[in-house]
């Protein structure tokens, strides 16, 4: 399914207005070993969240396999600091945002490297990542 650009900016407006600790990662393995080869924390997770824009959304929202909500699906490129040098990684990011009993609060079901194809239909122009 794909959104419309109002539906990503409303989904990114409630995203950004978030407090950092109503966004829980998952403790997928992929995502951990990620995390730990790119150095980045929870808190640097958290950060490249808060800074999604519309050209980083691919597609979504769909139904939730794992439980309640919607999930919706960027990509970006991060990036890591060796030294002097700065590594550029691209990363597939799948978030659900729903209402819990105390609130709203976003999941990051996946912060990895994409494993498929990813599509950008509101990058201009559109672009297309391929599989690395």
């Not at 790119?38 to 050209?55: F, T």
């Not at 439980?67 to 978030?95: C, D, M, N, S």
């Not at 105390?102 to 599989?131: L, N, V």
Request: glycine share 4%; net charge positive; hydrophobic share 35%.
């Amino acid at each position: 399914m794909s959104a419309t650009r109002l539906q990503v900016l409303h989904f990114l407006t409630q995203l950004a207005a978030l407090d950092s600790k109503d966004i829980v990662l998952s403790r997928q393995r992929k995502t951990l070993d990620f995390m730990e080869q790119i150095d980045y924390e929870m808190s640097d997770v958290v950060a490249e969240l808060k800074r999604l824009q519309l050209e980083h959304y691919s597609y979504g929202p769909n139904q939730n396999d794992w439980g309640t909500g919607w999930v919706w699906h960027f990509g970006k490129t991060v990036v890591q600091y060796l030294g002097k040098a700065e590594v550029p990684h691209r990363v597939y990011i799948k978030l659900n945002l729903s209402v819990t009993r105390d609130g709203r609060k976003t999941t990051c079901m996946s912060f990895h490297p994409p494993e498929k194809p990813m599509k950008f239909p509101y990058q201009k122009p559109p672009a297309q990542w391929s599989i690395q």
